[in-house]
């Protein structure tokens, strides 16, 4: 099996020291050795949160992460906004929705960030509990201007969860100094580690919202696995997935000793890099150039040229993949992924496996 | 940080050529690579669970795979009885009463069997729609006869969900054969790969039960799971914890090369090897021996000793990480567990330092 260049939203590149960390024999969670670790991986977490708060480590995918908000923090019938700007704002609907919420989609179009003005009179009128938000779209290639969208929260006293599945540890989101309530985050993304841990912050308001929630929740307790990340030996309510949980430490140790804002920028020149060579093939970006996230980039596919094979000849003849569109840009649109573990030659690589196949396939 | 022999009940030793395969650079899971190896650990549950329904891999611990059990098939307000002999019986009472099932616990007694007369009784009288019960207890050490069991509850017409997430692989268990309509397990017990996925198979009974479910579930919907596993390209709504995956696809492999009939003898061999050199230490069994366990074995502690200090010099002297007793039995028992990846030497050394620790401490 050829091993690839994963340019995708996820899994991305895992680092030879922290593969190596999660190929070891997995600690037993109830050791000295596995408290220590975990005290290291919440602290590193909440650098990278940004927050005073905990942060709950939870054996699951990002989707995961986001239904034990939504189990934890609301009740059958609370009125909910989600404004969604492609797959994981309607995902995040579709969670409210399977909840029981009394959950409204305000859908500002895929390729589209979320408009503020819209949004703001929304929220002034809208009665809602909570807005729900996705940070950085990746089936779209959009980031949100979280840092407004909070503000508008905030004015009008409505909670604020964001989806920060892809974004966090890439580009800039402070949790306590935006006063965002929930965020959601997980290990394959940014984080440079295998798939299989979500991670989850709260704010005090949020935590005083999980005490009267009535959704039914076991598994996905944030209040019972606080209790555990607060015990003197900190761990898990259930045998967590230790290996993973191994593989971030090791990997969040390597962010925060590279130093956040080096981190977000070269976030920030890889996107632009990435935005200014497929203009240069003559390519076109899916949304307007001041939304583009600087860790996912989506292309129009111009009609000449099939999604599929520009994939699949990047695949084969490169060892590069990158991915297309989901829902309704499925064959439209080509997405690379550039976030979490990516180096100079990956996307040195990347971009000339495109430019082959645009000159191939064209 | 010094490796040590995990003969707890989980966490459990890896074998290096899974650690090989679980340290490897994750798949991405759209590829035709991850659909061919997801489709061969499928066919090797299959075979493992003894059935011929799909297998639906969560990434979760076990207690997620018995959470999606209960989420999936029963309804607000079903009757069920829960057939407890210890902590996982009691986990799984919790677990049906968060979701707000009208759930009775039979409590056996820690250290007991299923009392089979006792259990028909309630199930003949009790209108029940659901028995759930424990395959292994590994908080006792006791292992349940799941066969007669499943036998009285068929007898009455009531479902039985089986939590067999110590015993799926280590000893005998005939889903289909035997009639019963869940089994859960999960990847770091007798399937020798690291933490962090759990596995659930349903009977069809089951599965139309999952159809007039009311709870609410997203990430934990077997339905859905269903779905993308009976793909042409068999993948997971979400992103699953690919190389832990990769992990088990290989574990089982082997597990299906030596043939599960060895693996039982096997495992048998080690029970009775391990119950024999105790008793010849002059220590008993919590559980009469009949119904002991032969994946791991619950020791009572004599009054001169203390349970941690026979724990700390097995894991300081000789490498060896046993476990004490929860709940009620915390002080008062030590756990030896000798199931998944247990090779001869791993299991002369900690009988060994368990004599030594005994010699030392008395």
């Known amino acids: ?5 994963l340019m995708t939203p996820g899994p991305t590149m895992v ?19 596995f408290y220590e670790l975990f005290s290291n991986l919440n602290k590193n977490l909440k650098e990278i949160f940004k927050t005073k708060n905990e942060v709950i480590t939870l054996t699951s995918s990002g989707t995961g992460g986001m239904e034990a908000v939504i189990a934890n923090l609301f009740s059958t019938g609370d009125k909910v906004l ?32 979320v408009d ?14 909570a807005l729900l938000v996705t940070h950085n779209e990746t089936s779209t290639g959009v980031t949100n201007n979280v840092k407004e969208i909070a503000k508008i929260a905030n004015k009008y006293g ?8 892809s974004s966090l540890g890439g580009i800039p989101l402070e949790m306590d100094e935006w006063g965002i309530d929930a965020v959601i985050t997980c290990s394959q993304k940014c984080l440079m580690s295998p798939p299989g841990l979500s991670f989850v912050a709260l704010s005090e308001r949020a935590w005083k919202m999980a005490e009267t929630s009535n959704l039914p929740k076991y598994y996905f307790s944030l209040k019972k696995a606080r209790e555990g990340v607060l015990k003197p030996n900190p761990d898990t309510p259930a045998t967590p997935a230790v290996s993973t949980i191994m593989a971030v430490a090791k990997a969040t140790n390597m962010l925060l000793e590279l130093g956040l804002d080096n981190v977000y920028k070269r976030q920030a020149e890889y996107g632009k890099r990435v935005r200014e060579y497929i203009k240069s093939l003559g390519l076109e970006l899916l949304p307007e150039e001041k939304i583009a996230s600087d860790l996912i980039t989506a292309i129009k596919v111009p ?33 690379i992924g550039h976030m979490g573990y990516v180096t100079e030659k990956m996307l040195t690589k ?9 000159d191939k396939e064209g």
Chains 1, 2 share one sequence.
């Open 303 to 335: 009609e000449k040229y099939k999604a599929s094979e520009i994939i699949s000849h990047m695949k084969e003849k490169h060892g590069v993949l990158i991915t297309g569109g989901q829902g309704p840009l499925k064959g439209k649109i080509i997405r």
């Open 1 to 5: 099996m050829k091993e690839m260049i």
């Open 158 to 165: 409505v909670a604020i969860v964001v989806d920060a599945v």
């Open 82 to 113: 989600v404004a969604s700007i492609g797959y994981f704002g309607e995902r995040f609907y579709d969670i409210a929705r399977a909840y029981g919420l009394d959950a409204e989609l305000q859908d500002f179009g895929w390729g589209n960030a």
């Open 116 to 129: 503020l003005d819209v949004l703001e009179d929304k929220l002034k009128n809208g009665n809602y509990k």
């Open 350 to 358: 990347t971009l000339e496996a495109l430019k082959d196949a645009i």
């Open 15 to 33: 680092p030879e020291d922290v593969k190596k960390v999660a190929g070891a024999q997995p600690l037993h969670h109830r050791t000295e050795d």
